[in-house]
């Protein structure tokens, strides 16, 4: 009998104050990524994102993406900007997930948020590299 189980990625932000955790597997050769960080880890948006020739040079890959954001919930950006960072790094098909909460979170927490965002996308991109079909 076939194992089922997919290896799963971990990955985690520096910053210890407002750090982010994302885990990812691929399906295939498509890619599934959940990013969790703060107190309440839950499922405010999802993005599914697909790699495309840049309208801009042809000769470039870029990523397009959907995106489902449930009511009140801020994680839009988010999914779209890891969906589409990996889809056009990978050539993969990508679901990303996200839910991130710190109560009463300030403006230089948002900021830090954002940035791990960014380190967030990065570690990924060096973490499945290798790993994509």
């Known amino acids: 009998?076939?194992?089922?189980?997919?290896?799963?990625?971990?990955?985690?932000?520096?910053?210890?104050?407002?750090?982010?955790?994302?885990?990812?597997?691929?399906?295939?050769?498509?890619?599934?990524?959940?990013?969790?960080g703060g107190t309440r880890p839950h499922i405010g948006a999802i993005a599914a994102a697909q790699p495309r020739p840049?309208?801009?040079?042809?000769?470039?890959?870029?990523?397009?993406?959907?995106?489902?954001t449930f009511l009140g919930h801020k994680e839009d950006s988010v999914v779209k900007e890891v969906g589409e960072a990996l889809a056009a790094a990978l050539g993969a098909n990508v679901v990303v997930t996200a839910g991130i909460?710190?109560?009463?979170?300030?403006?230089?927490?948002i900021a830090a948020v954002n940035a791990g965002c960014k380190e967030l996308i990065g570690l990924l991109k060096a973490g499945l590299a290798d790993s994509a079909a």
């Not at 909460?101 to 927490?109: L, P, S, V």
Request: aromatic share 12%; proline share 3%.
């Open 1 to 36: 009998m076939e194992d089922s189980r997919l290896p799963v990625h971990f990955f985690q932000t520096s910053d210890a104050a407002y750090r982010l955790h994302a885990q990812a597997v691929f399906v295939g050769a498509d890619l599934l990524v959940y990013v969790w």
């Open 54 to 68: 840049s309208l801009a040079n042809p000769q470039v890959t870029s990523a397009t993406a959907s995106v489902i």
């Open 101 to 109: 909460h710190w109560d009463d979170i300030d403006a230089a927490g």
